[in-house]
């Protein structure tokens, strides 16, 4: 018989398989997950007619002379590669973008797959959609303390599920986190005013305000806020007399004056006058005034003993002269008009509009421009069992000021306070509510010059010295106790190194705070890192669970066992289990599905040269037979 009409059999049956497999592949176009096979040919045995031979002296080598005996079926390749995605907007539908294999149990063993139909059971079971096979990931744990939920990777996978009606603790709040601005241009501005005395000559005063200790009062965040008035009537840059004034929340002055202790003494010689007064031993801002009103003094004072003696030429014995000392802190009389030079007085408004204006020209006046100093925020915390409070906390600025013996130059104040009405306690660093027998009263924040805030002090009333006074400590935190409606004390450490003080809007607000009430699930979705984020009725996302993919050494050397699963083979190499993303293993992509890797035209290509390398393998038998016939006639 002729070897070629064997050679044509394996031929005939080669394209059988390749047409098989064009087949498979064809029919799996649409089909979720499917990856194509190829088969790769290879040559039978090959009859050797004749060996070859080596080079000799004389003569050259020659080829081996063989005869091949077909071809077989050397291999029935997968094609690993990746499939295009057809979004469905289904939240369980699952693609993989990159290496991987989702796993699925049928409570004996995993499988694995790239289709990533899945869908919930009865039970809450994430499960595949035609075999109920369970997805296996990583169900989060669910810290008993704190009731958070975290995915631990090193655990053993196992069945993901989501039931409806799961809830979220409540937790209670232990630190909130400040952000935004406090406008530092806020309080009464400072201005200049021009007055002209009788001689026609003008006069610059310039008026400014201060917030000092003295200034704070009973309570530092009273809707009406003082503040110490400094004037300078050399227009020398220094303060000359000081005062205060008192503004409502709207800006209207409530009470004001000028520290100033005034007397008549009658001069006993020429060119001096003597007196006596209750201010202690120092140097004053002074002046004289005759009978007439008119200034013939305006200069400093020297207070020794309790008393003074001011010389000026003017000074004649025997006339009554006013002297008005002008002391620089706070002293119980005060005065609203303020002398200046000869005809050229000041008035200061002590209630009603913040208008100063000059004594014999009301049309000339100047209005302070007032914003006011205090401004509050809230936010919503709870107890251990969920119960909400609202917590107002309110800035005040002192801005430059000085408190016991420290300076400051950008200050603010602050407190708590609940719109229930709980007490609410200052506690520092160190747990205390204060310093001895004396509570804090405020919180210190101050702010360096480029408007960050540098420390954070505890303010107190020191009772033995009857002054503020700060405390060493840091204090950042507020506590009360919910005991007639919550569960225990609430403690609460606010985080202000997030606050700027600049010129411009106060915008300070509470974006965030790390307590909650209890919550019922109400959706779900799944993101590119497999985490499965359940939406809760407070408001709030958690991690129920993680979707875990499996990578193989030779991918290709899985084993098909139908229902587009994939067992473990002999050379597909163990599983390396894992979180996506991670360790070389592709994303997910939500709502979308892997379609089948398919090329149509490259199949309908194979399945062209699958017919006509049967039809050649065919015409190789025919040929053949037709050769054999000849031979059988020539007996004839």
Do not use: C
Request: charged share 15%; aromatic share 10%.
């Amino acid at each position: 018989m002729m070897r070629s009409l064997y050679s044509g059999i394996t031929g005939l049956k080669n394209f059988q398989v390749a047409m098989d497999v064009v087949g498979n592949n064809i029919s799996n176009v649409n089909t979720v997950g499917f990856k194509a096979s190829r088969v790769n040919f290879e040559t039978m045995l090959a009859q050797t007619i004749k060996a070859g031979r080596a080079p000799q002296e004389s003569v050259g080598g020659t080829n081996p002379m063989q005869i091949g005996l077909g071809s077989q079926v050397a291999s029935i390749d997968k094609i690993m590669t990746q499939g295009s995605f057809q979004n469905t907007g289904v939240k369980t539908d699952l693609a993989i973008q990159g290496d991987g294999f989702f796993i699925v149990s049928d409570g004996n063993a995993y499988y694995y797959t790239r289709a990533g139909a899945f869908t919930l059971d009865s039970n809450g079971n994430l499960i595949q959609t035609s075999t109920g096979y369970k997805v296996q990931g990583w169900t989060a744990v669910q810290d008993p303390e704190t009731g958070e939920r975290y995915i631990d990777t090193n655990r053993p996978i196992g069945d993901l599920v989501i039931s409806a009606g799961m809830t979220m603790p409540a937790k209670k709040t232990s630190n909130v986190r400040f952000e935004g601005n406090l406008n530092s241009n806020v309080g009464p501005d400072s201005f200049t005013i021009t007055l002209t005395d009788d001689s026609g000559v003008d006069h610059d005063v310039r008026v400014w305000f201060e917030k000092t200790a003295g200034d704070l009062g009973a309570d530092p965040f009273s809707s009406s806020q003082r503040y110490t008035m400094r004037i300078d009537i050399n227009n020398d840059g220094t303060a000359d007399v000081s005062g205060y004034m008192v503004f409502n929340e709207f800006g209207r002055v409530e009470e004001a004056g000028i520290y100033a202790e005034s007397q008549v003494i009658t001069a006993s010689t020429d060119g001096s006058i003597t007196g006596s007064t209750s201010l202690s031993d120092g140097t004053y801002q002074g002046i004289v005034l005759d009978s007439s009103g008119n200034i013939i003094y305006n200069g400093t004072v020297n207070v020794s003993g309790g008393s003074f003696t001011i010389s000026d030429p003017d000074i004649t014995s025997g006339n009554d002269y006013t002297v008005i000392l002008f002391p620089p802190t706070p002293i119980t009389s005060t005065i609203t008009s303020l002398p200046v030079e000869n005809g050229a007085e000041l008035v200061i408004p002590t209630s009603g509009e913040p208008r100063f204006y000059e004594a014999d020209n009301p049309t000339n006046f100047v209005q302070v421009d007032y914003t006011s100093p205090r401004y509050t925020t809230a936010v919503q915390v709870y107890d251990s069992l969920g119960n909400a409070y609202t917590v107002y906390y309110e800035f005040v600025r002192l801005g430059n000021t000085s408190i016991g013996s420290e300076s400051f130059k950008n200050a603010w104040i602050w407190r708590a306070y609940t719109a229930s009405g709980e007490p609410v306690s200052l506690v520092d660093e160190n747990g205390s509510t204060g310093v001895g027998s004396d509570s804090y009263i405020a919180g210190l924040v101050e702010f360096d010059e480029s408007g960050r805030p540098v420390q954070y002090r505890g303010l107190y009333y020191d009772s033995s010295s009857s002054s503020y006074e700060l405390s060493s400590d840091e204090l950042r935190t507020i506590q009360f106790d919910t005991g007639q409606s919550g569960d225990g004390v609430v403690t609460i450490t606010a985080d202000l190194s997030g606050i700027t003080q600049f010129s411009g809007d106060s915008t300070v607000n509470i974006p965030w705070q790390d307590g909650n009430p209890m919550g019922v699930l109400e959706s779900f979705a799944i993101n590119e890192q497999g985490e499965i984020i359940g939406t809760f009725s407070n408001g709030l996302t958690d991690v129920l669970g993680q979707i875990a993919l499996a990578v193989f050494n030779n991918p290709a050397g899985l084993m098909e066992v139908g229902n587009s699963l994939y067992a473990v083979s002999s050379n597909s190499g163990v599983p390396k289990i894992g979180a996506p993303g991670s360790g070389g293993r592709g994303t997910l992509i939500p709502g979308a599905l892997e379609m089948s890797n398919v090329d149509l035209a490259e199949e309908f290509t194979k399945m062209i040269v699958a017919q006509r390398g049967f039809q050649a393998n065919a015409r190789v038998i025919t040929t053949a037979d037709q050769i054999l016939n000849e031979l059988v006639n020539i007996k004839r």
